[in-house]
């Protein structure tokens, strides 16, 4: 495993023995605690060994998104028990049902805008964070997120989840959009797996039309003005990268018509049967054919595009796709 994972994994190991052994202090008859610590003894001894992440049956690395999820892992997926199989597919199942539970309606109207996304994973879970938030004060008009966490599999759901969190909790503390990224970015630094970071276009749209757009490292967003296509570039570094990414924002003014599309690197990185991707070229001249009548027109514009490209071969990664319309 690369050194910097392994460093955390390490911390987190021996903060886990250490709590337990604070426990069999005063409770020392607890012998599934005892045999606990034995389990997280003999992962520090493999790590000091060099073979912690290596499976124990086969002697190939185990996936590196089921050692961050569970640091005692000790099996490849290929080695699993029928038990282990059935446990982890039931916990995936559950894992998927709960992250489709944090995504916002398919379709959104809100104060003369009309939001459509559509969400596909390559697996059970994704890595890809889909948020709307209205605020409270209507005045402060619809915060929407898009973003892609690092790696894939259950430990990079699990960081959409605490990205969810962290964006609801502070478009309620009134932030603006800048001081709003800027402190998503601390927090999301501060509190996730250190390996991780999340590239995300985050922006808040007002009644009267106005839409403010602050990008992360992420793919940059698609602003199509009739058959004009603008580029609204990254004004910042991805979240987790530095402790205050100092974001800038886009202001721009929409009228009726206008459309911003937000997309994952599921979309511009797709790869057809001869190996050539999709890139973000076709992108564009797949909605320069006609004015979208609708988000969800525009949504289905991109993916019907992409499908024709893409012809027999499959997904490669998750893809997410938003389209932001104003309507009125």
């Given at each position: 495993?690369?050194?910097?994972?392994?460093?955390?994994?390490?911390?987190?190991?021996?903060?886990?023995?250490?709590?337990?052994?604070a426990v069999?202090?005063?409770q020392p008859?607890?012998?599934?605690?005892?045999?606990?610590?034995?389990?997280?003894?003999?992962?520090?001894?493999?790590?000091?060994?060099?073979?912690?992440?290596?499976?124990?049956?086969?002697?190939?690395?185990?996936?590196?998104?089921?050692?961050?999820?569970?640091?005692?892992?000790?099996?490849?997926?290929?080695?699993?028990?029928?038990?282990?199989?059935?446990?982890?597919?039931?916990?995936?199942?559950?894992?998927?049902?709960?992250?489709?539970?944090?995504?916002?309606?398919?379709?959104?109207?809100?104060?003369?805008?009309?939001?459509?996304?559509?969400?596909?994973?390559?697996?059970?879970?994704?890595?890809?964070?889909?948020?709307?938030?209205?605020?409270?004060?209507?005045?402060?008009?619809?915060?929407?997120?898009?973003?892609?966490?690092?790696?894939?599999?259950?430990?990079?759901?699990?960081?959409?989840?605490?990205?969810?969190?962290?964006?609801?909790?502070?478009?309620?503390?009134?932030?603006?959009?800048?001081?709003?990224?800027?402190?998503?970015?601390?927090?999301?630094?501060?509190?996730?797996?250190?390996?991780?970071?999340?590239?995300?276009?985050?922006?808040?749209?007002?009644?009267?039309?106005?839409?403010?757009?602050?990008?992360?490292?992420?793919?940059?967003?698609?602003?199509?003005?009739?058959?004009?296509?603008?580029?609204?570039?990254?004004?910042?570094?991805?979240?987790?990268?530095?402790?205050?990414?100092?974001?800038?924002?886009?202001?721009?003014?929409?009228?009726?018509?206008?459309?911003?599309?937000?997309?994952?690197?599921?979309?511009?990185?797709?790869?057809?049967?001869?190996?050539?991707?999709?890139?973000?070229?076709?992108?564009?001249?797949?909605?320069?054919?006609?004015?979208?009548?609708?988000?969800?027109?525009?949504?289905?514009?991109?993916?019907?595009?992409?499908?024709?490209?893409?012809?027999?071969?499959?997904?490669?990664?998750?893809?997410?796709?938003?389209?932001?319309?104003?309507?009125a």
């Open positions: 495993m690369a050194d910097v994972a392994t460093t955390f994994l390490h911390d987190q190991l021996v903060d886990r023995r250490q709590k337990l052994a069999l202090n005063w008859q607890e012998a599934h605690l005892v045999r606990l610590l034995n389990d997280v003894d003999a992962a520090l001894a493999r790590m000091d060994q060099g073979t912690y992440g290596i499976c124990e049956l086969c002697h190939e690395p185990v996936e590196a998104s089921r050692l961050i999820a569970d640091p005692l892992t000790r099996y490849c997926l290929d080695h699993l028990s029928a038990a282990e199989r059935s446990a982890l597919e039931y916990d995936l199942e559950a894992a998927a049902g709960l992250q489709r539970g944090l995504l916002p309606p398919a379709e959104t109207h809100h104060d003369g805008w009309e939001v459509a996304h559509r969400y596909r994973p390559l697996g059970a879970v994704s890595g890809d964070y889909c948020d709307l938030v209205a605020d409270e004060a209507p005045e402060r008009g619809l915060f929407f997120f898009l973003g892609d966490v690092s790696g894939k599999g259950v430990a990079a759901s699990m960081l959409t989840a605490q990205l969810h969190a962290i964006f609801g909790s502070l478009v309620a503390r009134r932030l603006g959009v800048a001081p709003l990224m800027n402190e998503a970015s601390h927090v999301f630094g501060r509190s996730s797996l250190s390996p991780f970071f999340a590239t995300l276009v985050g922006g808040r749209a007002d009644a009267g039309g106005a839409l403010e757009v602050a990008n992360a490292g992420h793919c940059p967003p698609l602003l199509i003005r009739g058959g004009a296509v603008t580029r609204i570039e990254p004004s910042g570094v991805p979240l987790g990268i530095a402790g205050n990414g100092d974001y800038r924002v886009e202001q721009l003014q929409l009228g009726p018509g206008d459309v911003l599309l937000i997309y994952t690197d599921g979309l511009t990185e797709a790869s057809n049967a001869a190996d050539e991707e999709y890139g973000e070229d076709r992108v564009i001249d797949s909605i320069r054919t006609g004015i979208p009548a609708s988000a969800r027109d525009a949504v289905s514009t991109l993916l019907q595009g992409l499908e024709q490209f893409l012809g027999t071969a499959g997904p490669s990664d998750d893809l997410t796709v938003m389209a932001i319309r104003r309507s």
